[in-house]
């Protein structure tokens, strides 16, 4: 069944096509629900076992696990509904910034944990934002200021390794702290959102336990102009227990789905897979992808920063997409900036495909890149990618088709 809304097709049917089944082949390759499956059928010893599924991933993985080990219960966080196997709670948690569906969801994930029978193992199903829809603050950090702190840094265009940090030392969750609430050892199954950087990393390590770095913490805050009143800093550097390493299994991430949808392209053109992971503002890694891009199709993964300068509907991937078409203008390219979980911002969309026709369809960007709009703008030219949460998530791909070589 086709993911994509096939509007996105009309202003090159032939070539869009094309594209839209490389971005289906790189999604293939990270299904959660078959990754997750596959990789218990290995390692699981069997028994009875609780899962604790949290992220965009999550009921993906959760209907996995269920296929090959023996439930007894356990809790699936993520940021929308899906089915999930009978014998586990359902909830839906806020995202991108933590609420209060996010905090009912953190005592309840806090609750299961604690009360699971010392026989049972228990396995952790982690993907991208489990940040957000599981949260539970320290003790003295009140909900208003942890929304108030994400907020300012996802405004402020901060790192996702930045968010985290700041987010271990905020929460009684993160940084191995869901382990320490169990009081034993959770091994942790992960669909990664941050290529191949440290799984931790991923909704911020809620199983692995992170060395303590308040000072780091209080350093991103205090760039980006957060006050922190003497409550907030004891909270931040309260002493955590100890707690054993778990066994980490990675079971994808976006070089994966890079990497099939790049096969997926025909085998008569010039490929490249892009040798570096898009990170930082969004502007410049846009200039150094279509400098340093090969002479035909390259393809890249990441996730880039985007400081929100206004009130409009967009997200990192459209804004990124309305930059390149400016850029793409009187040209035979395409470019693709595509959301792998299926969701923009607040684009209303997974990204967009844009090609040299896209700003003479649309009118001038620069208003609606200066108010955060390119969402309303590529709805109004047909460029936006549609489709439904994948149930997986592993950053944003970029794609480059030139449709004649590089100037040398």
């Given amino acids: 069944m086709r993911r994509f809304g096939e ?23 990270v299904d959660a629900q078959r990754l997750t499956r596959e990789a218990l059928s290995r390692s699981h010893p069997g028994g009875p076992t609780i899962v604790i599924a949290l992220g965009k ?22 940021d929308h509904l899906e089915p999930v196997p009978a014998m586990l709670r359902s909830m839906v948690g806020d995202h991108p910034v933590p609420g209060k569906a996010s905090f009912e969801a953190g005592a ?40 108030m702190v994400t907020r ?8 996702i390794e930045e968010l985290n940090l700041v987010r271990g030392h905020l929460s009684s969750i993160k940084c191995g702290g869901l382990a320490r609430a169990a009081g034993r050892v959770i091994d942790t199954f992960v669909i990664s959102d ?63 789905a890079a990497s099939a949808a790049l096969t997926a392209a025909p085998s008569i053109h010039q490929k ?14 846009l200039n150094r ?29 459209t804004h990124a997409a309305l930059m390149a078409a400016k850029r793409l203008a009187g040209t035979d390219d395409l470019f693709v900036s595509f959301a792998t979980d299926g969701v923009d911002g607040e684009s209303g969309s997974a990204g967009a ?31 936006l990618l549609v489709c439904p949460p994948t149930g997986t998530n592993v950053a944003d791909l970029w794609i480059l088709w030139r449709q004649r070589p590089a100037a040398t």
């Fill in 7 to 29: 509007q996105v097709l009309a202003a090159d049917p032939l070539r869009r096509a094309k594209v839209v089944k490389w971005l289906e082949a790189g999604l293939d390759a």
């Fill in 57 to 78: 991933a999550a009921p993906a993985m959760a209907r996995g696990a269920a296929a090959m080990v023996d439930v007894i219960g356990g809790i699936c966080v993520s």
């Fill in 108 to 147: 309840a994930v806090v609750d299961t944990v604690i009360n699971a029978p010392r026989d049972a193992r228990i396995i952790a199903l982690i993907s991208g934002g489990g940040s957000a829809v599981c949260e539970s603050p320290r003790p003295g950090v009140g909900a208003e200021y942890l929304d």
């Fill in 152 to 159: 300012t840094l996802l405004r402020g265009g901060a790192s």
């Fill in 194 to 256: 941050v290529g191949r950087a440290d799984p931790a990393v991923v909704a911020s390590g809620p199983t692995i336990p992170a060395p303590a770095d308040p000072i780091g913490a209080r350093d991103v805050m205090t760039r980006h102009h957060i006050e922190i009143p003497p409550s907030i800093w004891e909270a931040m550097t309260i002493e955590t227990g100890p707690v054993g390493q778990p066994s980490v299994t990675l079971l994808a991430d976006g070089l994966d």
């Fill in 272 to 285: 490249w897979l892009w040798g570096e992971w898009l990170g930082g503002e969004v502007g410049s890694c």
């Fill in 289 to 317: 992808f279509l400098a340093r891009a090969g002479p035909e199709i390259t393809i890249g993964v990441g996730e880039t920063v985007v400081e929100v300068t206004g009130s409009g509907t967009g997200g990192r991937n």
């Fill in 353 to 383: 495909i844009v090609d040299g026709t896209t700003i003479q369809r649309g009118g001038d960007p620069d208003q609606a890149l200066a108010d955060f709009d390119s969402g309303s703008y590529l709805a109004r030219t047909g460029d």
